[in-house]
């Protein structure tokens, strides 16, 4: 699949799913816009193409309009446009019984409202050439838990709403959008898990295929949802959890 000569914007591809995303667009030949709010990474790939690391807050309209407009100056174009921004906080997102209502307003801003802003300042782009979107949400989003961190999963069931919307608002311009549902993946997000084997294997013991996910399995997904080998797949889900969600 490759990405030659075509400009994508990756938010939150500083580290974990996104940046395994990042480099494998930089492999394919793409320019790459990168977007988060940690400092640039030391394993970010290079490639044939232009890569823009920028620090910032996805949640700033101006930062995120200020980005994608400069990106689509520079090449004249806006392709793909991948959302890996998000948070768990396991400590301060709880039931909405107990959780300080701030932190709710927190989550949904990082975790959604950043995906409205650089889908809403990516689509004017994307309307000229056509596109795809990637928007990384959870199993989470389609399920209850009763040790719940319920900003996050409503956070995520909202994105997939929000993506369907989308894909069919723009169809007709040639823009697809889809989400790409991770289950148990050992990203930064889920770095406890390094530090007790025991919690892994028996996470990996309920994962139907028998370990956990690596963020570059969610990155071969997004690569082919991105590419026109999906040129008729748009406004849905791709489950990527080892067969978690089809448990009874």
Not at 233 to 247: K, M, P, Q, R, Y
Request: with cysteine.
């Amino acid at each position: 699949m490759s990405f030659q000569g075509k400009t994508a914007i990756v938010a939150g591809g500083g580290g974990g799913m996104g940046l395994a995303c990042v480099n494998d667009l930089i492999a394919a030949g793409a320019n790459l816009v990168v977007i988060d709010l940690k400092p640039q990474p030391s394993d970010l790939a290079a490639g044939s193409g232009d890569v823009v690391y920028r620090q910032g807050d996805a949640t700033d309209e101006a930062f995120v309009s200020e980005v994608i407009d400069g990106a689509a100056a520079a090449t004249g174009r806006i392709d793909c446009l991948v959302n890996t921004t998000g948070v768990l906080w396991f400590d301060r997102d709880k039931s909405i019984c107990d959780m300080d209502m701030d932190v709710w307003d927190q989550v949904m801003a990082i975790n959604l409202k950043s995906v409205a802003l650089t889908a809403r300042h990516a689509i004017p782009h994307m309307k000229k050439t056509g596109g795809a979107m990637v928007h990384i949400a959870s199993i989470d989003a389609m399920r209850g838990d009763n040790k719940p961190q319920d900003a996050y999963g409503a956070s995520k069931a909202a994105l997939i709403r929000l993506s369907k919307s989308i894909a069919i608002q723009f169809a007709g311009d040639g823009i697809r959008s889809n989400t790409i549902l991770p289950g148990p993946v050992l990203s930064p997000m889920q770095d406890r898990w390094k530090d007790n084997q025991s919690t892994l294997d028996a996470i990996s013991d309920f994962v139907p295929v028998g370990r956990v996910g690596t963020p570059q399995d969610i990155a071969d997904a997004c690569m082919f949802l991105l590419s026109d080998k999906a040129s008729f797949v748009t406004g849905t889900e791709l489950i990527v959890d080892g067969g978690c969600l089809a448990l009874p």
